[in-house]
């Protein structure tokens, strides 16, 4: 199977501007339909995905979105190496507006409102998430981001909440309490789904505002003019990052081939040929 790069644009995200559309994917999967149809780019003759996360119109809300969907329709297209785009606000002081975070380590601080799961219904699967993004593929994007002279850090903690809603002052104090460093409402479960589909997945995660913890309060049109200039730096991080990924894909050791605990035999049909794209 071909091992293809994808990309999911998170807020103020939609496209791809260094590259020519070729094609649209209007894809269905088992899970429902995807955000969007995937949008393939063409990088000198290889071809690469892009899916906005909350659909072209921006309409679909954080709890919304249809996870499982938007990375097994990734997965069917041959994307192997996914990376994350997605605005955040920081809780650490020398995170400041403007700059790139890659995190290593995520919370899960949502309610139980989304699917985080592609095992169930008659298939149990366990994944190790204990280093839920690739090592050498944050590597390679903080190479990008040198390359660029972005200003970045290269790991941290990312806690996801539900949202819509911002945190609450207690809240955002809390948050900190923990040891994250950015928050955020769309890396879970997406990050764990991609692991389960055998993906390298890494993150870039732009910081808009302090989140609340800080004693001057940020109104939504600050945020909506910090993403403005976020963009524009993602833009030209992925300019960098596309020749490299496409030209020298990512060697890693899948961590979901020995996840499936049911036994063969008890396996439908159905089930085995979503298993069989999850782990191909």
């Excluded at 559309?21 to 149809?37: N, Q, R, V, W, Y």
């Excluded at 207690?170 to 409402?185: H, K, P, T, V």
């Excluded at 913890?213 to 945020?223: F, G, K, L, N, P």
Aim: hydrophobic share 35%; charged share 20%; net charge negative.
């Amino acid at each position: 199977m071909a091992h293809h790069l994808g990309f999911i644009g998170g807020s103020g995200f939609y496209e791809i501007e260094s590259l020519k559309k070729i094609k649209i994917h209007d894809l269905s999967t088992p899970f429902g339909s995807p955000s969007a149809p995937v949008t393939e780019y063409s990088y000198e003759g290889k071809s690469l995905y892009f899916l906005p996360r909350h659909g072209p119109e921006h309409s679909i809300s954080p709890s919304e979105i249809n996870y499982r969907a938007n990375i097994f329709a990734m997965k069917t297209l041959g994307v192997k190496t996914l990376v994350s785009l997605c605005a955040v606000g920081s809780l650490k002081e020398e995170l400041s507006p403007r700059m790139i975070v890659l995190p290593d380590q995520f919370i899960d601080w949502t309610k139980g409102q989304r699917k985080r799961t592609f095992f169930g219904e008659g298939v149990v699967g366990h994944v190790s998430c204990a280093y839920p993004v690739e090592k050498a593929l944050i590597q390679r994007i903080e190479k990008a981001c040198l390359q660029a002279e972005i200003n970045h850090a290269a790991k941290g903690t990312y806690l996801c909440i539900e949202g819509p809603q911002f945190s609450s002052k207690a809240e955002s104090n809390l948050y900190r309490s923990f040891g994250a460093d950015i928050i955020g409402m769309t890396n879970v479960p997406e990050a764990y789904l991609a692991k389960e589909a055998a993906m390298a997945y890494g993150s870039v995660a732009t910081v808009t505002d302090y989140d609340c913890w800080r004693e001057e309060h940020c109104h939504v049109e600050e945020i909506l003019m910090v993403l403005k200039e976020n963009y524009r730096t993602a833009q030209k991080l992925i300019s960098l990052l596309i020749p490299d990924l496409c030209d020298r894909p990512i060697e890693f050791t899948p961590e979901n081939r020995s996840s499936v605990i049911t036994r063969p035999q008890h396996i439908s049909s159905h089930q085995r040929e979503i298993i069989d794209i999850l782990l191909r």
